[in-house]
Structures are given as C-alpha cells and as structure tokens.
C-alpha cells in the first residue's frame, strides 16, 4: 500500500491522533485538548492543529470515539453520526474509515444509525484487538484522564463480556477514574487528617491531576485540561486546591502533610484499580505468567500493581515499530488511536 494512515481516537476531552507509515511503524502520536461539551469547533481546532504537523500527501483516515457521550450531542447515536461528517467534511469524502469494533471498519459515507451501536466508545476494543494480535495472553489496562479500561487477552482473543458503557462498568471492565481530570472527591469519602477523618466536600475544588501532582507522578505535558479552580498547576496550586476539598486553607498543614493525603488518595485509587484487576484475573482466563499490559497516561499505577500481583509488567508501546520524530507523547499514552491506525494499515493490505 502506499498511503499513510492516520488513527484518529476522538475522546470527549482530548482528540488523539498516530501517523503510521507505509510500512506499518508508527511515526508520531499526537494530543491536543478538545472539550466536545463547548461545542463541535472545539473538534475543528483540534484537527487543525494536529493537521499541520503532519505529512502531507495520500492519507487515509481511520476513526474511533468516545466523545459521542459528551453534553453537546442529544444522544449517543446523533454524536457518532455529527462527530463522522465533522471529519469527513474536515478531511475528505472516500477517505476516512469508522471503527465498529467485531465489525471491523466502515467506510464513514456508509455509516448508518444502525451502525452506531458498534462504534460508540468502542476504541478500548481497537486497542485489544491489537494487543490480542501480537500477544497470546495478557490482562490490558488503559488508565487515560478520566477512565480506565480493563481486557482479558486469552488465546489471541479478547475476552470482554461487556460491549456498551453501561455493560462494561458491570463487568468492572470499565472505571470511571482517571489521573488528570477525575474529581479528587470521587477518589475517597473521608481521609485521615490530623488524628482524625476529615470528610469529603461534594464539589469539585481539585482534581486527580492535583494528587499526582503531589505524589510527583504527573508529567505536565499530559495534563492538558485547565486547573478547577483555573489557578496555576503548581505543587501550591494543587496544595491550595487539595486543602478546599476538606474545607482547609493550603497552610494549615506543611507540604509533607499534603503529599501525604495526595499518597492516601492514590492509594484508595489504586485499591478499586486491584478490585477491578482481581474480578478480570479471577475469571480463569490467563495463566500465572500473563502479564499486565500497561496503556494510557497513567500506566504508572498499572506498573505498580503488576509489582503487587508479582506479574510481569509489558508497556504497551512495545506492541508497536516506532520511528520516534519529536513530540511529548509515547504511543502508550495514545494507545487507541495508535490501535485503529494499525489495524486499518493491516486491512487495507500492509500486513
């Protein structure tokens, strides 16, 4: 084949984007902030901005979503159908291919509402798809901004048994927690200050990004959203916007203090991460030495809990040949776009 392939993964937040070559490799991922819930133009500029620094010539365009679930769209069917002809019109009629999970790809002027279904907030399935083709076994998480995403690889196969949002986070196959925009509320009810519990404000004063900030996990460049109190993303910034969650000022406690609650509340998060892990693991799917297969901005606390599993950790960019041409962001940080670029590659031909 001789056309580049651009996997695009259209988030309600952020709009993702991998450029992979005609061999296959992927040449640069790609991230800019795209809050669907402002609006469609919010798309606009996001593309525009990944469009110019990427190559130009014969390109095919290959897109997956969850961004049909975002406050602008009156469904999630009349989303995916408004976020399709938003790309078409942007990049091109007979050019840009809708990912429908099992169903393989969907020529965008074909997609129908009955098609929908299938491609909603299907881009965790691109990602295990991917993973299932070059790996026999394994347990996937994605952990991005704002959810989690957990799959069984079993015999070169996903194993999901949920398909839809709703099924998914039965199945604990789906959380809603992430390590930038999740509220700091919905990480814990209560938390231990000063000899006793200081309960949880039911308000959105900081954010995940302000504990991982504090813990000194967070690489800034990830944490693309603005702040919640739209103050400065600084250890004092977050220290500030912390303290409000409990009804304190920043200075009633010393810095330590507050990495110290920034560590209780990672800790309460990666706890529901290993519930989660353990329903997967406890299905009888995967053997002892399957390992865990770390996506997403906040793979770090996938590496942490293969360590408290005792499994072996596998980043997920290592699924990928990479040509590394600048940028931030790591193919793992940008898996499902990275996912449905290849995958498109190797049904349009390349192997």
């Given amino acids: 084949m001789s056309n580049t392939i651009i996997g695009w993964d259209i988030g309600g937040a952020h709009l993702k984007a991998a450029q992979i070559n005609v061999d296959g490799g992927v040449d640069r991922v790609f991230q800019e902030p795209c809050p669907l819930w402002l609006g469609l133009e919010q798309l606009e500029g996001a593309l525009e901005r990944i469009l110019g620094a990427i190559i130009s010539g014969p390109v095919l365009h290959a897109i997956t979503m969850t961004g049909e679930l975002a406050d602008h769209f009156s469904s999630r069917e009349q989303g995916v159908l408004a976020l399709t002809m938003a790309m078409v019109q942007r990049l091109g009629a007979g050019c840009v291919m809708v990912f429908a999970g099992q169903d393989g790809f969907i020529p965008a002027e074909r997609l129908q509402l009955a098609d929908t279904r299938q491609v909603a907030s299907a881009n965790w399935l691109a990602s295990g798809l991917w993973s299932a083709s070059r790996m026999q076994e394994g347990l996937f998480i994605d952990i991005g901004s704002t959810t989690t995403d957990l799959l069984p690889i079993s015999d070169h196969a996903v194993a999901n048994r949920g398909y839809t949002d709703s099924e998914r986070m039965g199945y604990d196959e789906l959380l809603y927690s992430g390590v930038t925009r999740t509220p700091a509320m919905m990480l814990a009810k209560r938390v231990p200050l000063e000899g006793g519990w200081a309960r949880v404000m039911a308000e959105v004063f900081a954010s995940a ?119 931030d962001f790591d193919i793992a940080d940008c898996g499902p776009a990275t996912a449905v670029g290849c995958l498109a590659h190797k049904e349009a031909g390349g192997g």
């Fill in 209 to 327: 990004a302000d504990v991982y900030r504090l813990t000194g996990e967070l690489h800034e460049y990830v944490d693309q959203m603005p702040a919640a109190d739209h103050g400065p993303k600084t250890i004092e910034g977050s220290q500030r916007r912390l303290a409000r969650q409990f009804g304190w000022d920043a200075d009633d406690l010393p810095a330590r203090g507050w990495q110290e609650l920034a560590g209780y509340l990672r800790e309460r998060q990666l706890m529901a991460l290993r519930d989660a892990a353990e329903i997967q693991l406890s299905r009888g799917l995967l053997g002892a030495a399957a390992p865990l297969i770390g996506a997403g901005i906040g793979r770090f606390l996938v590496r942490v809990l293969a360590e408290r599993l005792q499994r072996d950790y596998l980043d997920f960019s290592e699924l990928f040949v990479m040509s590394p041409k600048g940028g």
